[in-house]
Nanobody, 125 residues
Framework: QVQLVESGGGLVQAGGSLRLSCAASGRTFNNYPMGWFRQAPGKEREFVAAINWNGGSTYYEDSVKGRFTISRDNPKNTVYLQMNSLKPEDTAVYYC??????????????????WGQGTQVTVSS
C-alpha cells in the first residue's frame, strides 16, 4: 500500500499562485509514477499533470500548460504541483495519485493505483 497526503490547498484570488504537496509513505516512492487530478462539483475527475518515476518526463492537460508545474523530490517522498496564474475555472478538489506500476503514465484514472484524500483549491474572481 501507498499512503498519500495532500496539503497546500486554499482560497486565492484569480491570478494568484498556490503550491500543492503530496507526501507519500508505505512503499518505495521512486517506484511510482505520480499524477495530479481534480474534480469540480458536478463534474468527473480529470487529469491535470503527471510525472514519471524519476522526474525525467512530465505531462500536462492542455488548459494548465504554461501555468502549472509538476515536480518530485524522491528523497523526501514528495510530489508537488506549482500552480500559477490561477483562474476561477481551476476551482476543484485536487487529488494526488500514484500509478499502478512503475512504467505507466498517470494521465487517466485507469492507471491510478492509489489516491490521496484531496485538497480544496478555490479561486475567486
Amino acid at each position: 500500500q501507498v499512503q498519500l497526503v495532500e496539503s497546500g490547498g486554499g482560497l486565492v484570488q484569480a491570478g494568484g499562485s498556490l503550491r500543492l504537496s503530496c507526501a507519500a509513505s508505505g512503499r518505495t516512492f521512486n517506484n511510482y509514477p505520480m499524477g495530479w487530478f481534480r474534480q469540480a462539483p458536478g463534474k468527473e475527475r480529470e487529469f491535470v499533470a503527471a510525472i514519471n518515476w524519476n522526474g525525467g518526463s512530465t505531462y500536462y492537460e492542455d488548459s494548465v500548460k504554461g501555468r502549472f508545474t509538476i515536480s518530485r523530490d524522491n528523497p523526501k517522498n514528495t510530489v508537488y504541483l506549482q500552480m500559477n496564474s490561477l483562474k476561477p475555472e481551476d476551482t476543484a478538489v485536487y487529488y494526488c495519485a500514484a500509478g499502478k506500476t512503475r512504467f505507466v503514465v498517470v494521465t487517466a484514472t485507469q492507471y491510478v493505483g492509489f489516491w490521496g484524500q484531496g485538497t480544496q483549491v478555490t479561486v475567486s474572481s
